[in-house]
């Protein structure tokens, strides 16, 4: 018999307000965690025409769970 732990992850992807809000932080903060590599961040793909470094990020919060459960000793798999 195998023990499971289910997550529920509020969403796969959240803005950094919305990420600063859940984590009763200071966007500034999540910026700063951003740009020090401790979030990882998902980039939409954009157009020929703009500019990567314009396009909105956001916090990735299904490889933010992996990161987790990697660090727990936990195996990280998506349900189907």
Same mark, same amino acid.
Do not use: W
């Given at each position: 018999?195998? $023990?499971?732990?289910?997550?529920?992850?509020p969403?796969?992807?959240?803005? @950094?307000d =919305?990420?600063?809000?859940?984590? !009763?932080?200071? *966007?500034k903060?999540v910026? $700063?965690?951003?740009? $020090? !590599?401790r979030l990882? *961040? @998902?980039?939409?793909?954009? +157009?020929?025409?703009?500019n990567?470094a314009? *396009?909105?990020? @956001?916090?990735?919060? *299904?490889?933010? @769970?992996?990161?987790?459960?990697?660090?727990? $000793?936990? =195996?990280? +798999?998506? +349900?189907?």
């Amino acid at each position: 018999m195998s $023990n499971q732990l289910i997550l529920s992850i509020p969403a796969p992807i959240l803005t @950094y307000d =919305e990420y600063a809000k859940l984590q !009763g932080q200071k *966007v500034k903060d999540v910026v $700063n965690a951003v740009a $020090n !590599g401790r979030l990882p *961040v @998902y980039t939409p793909p954009c +157009g020929p025409h703009e500019n990567p470094a314009r *396009v909105k990020k @956001y916090i990735n919060m *299904v490889a933010l @769970y992996a990161e987790a459960a990697k660090a727990a $000793n936990l =195996e990280f +798999g998506l +349900g189907s």
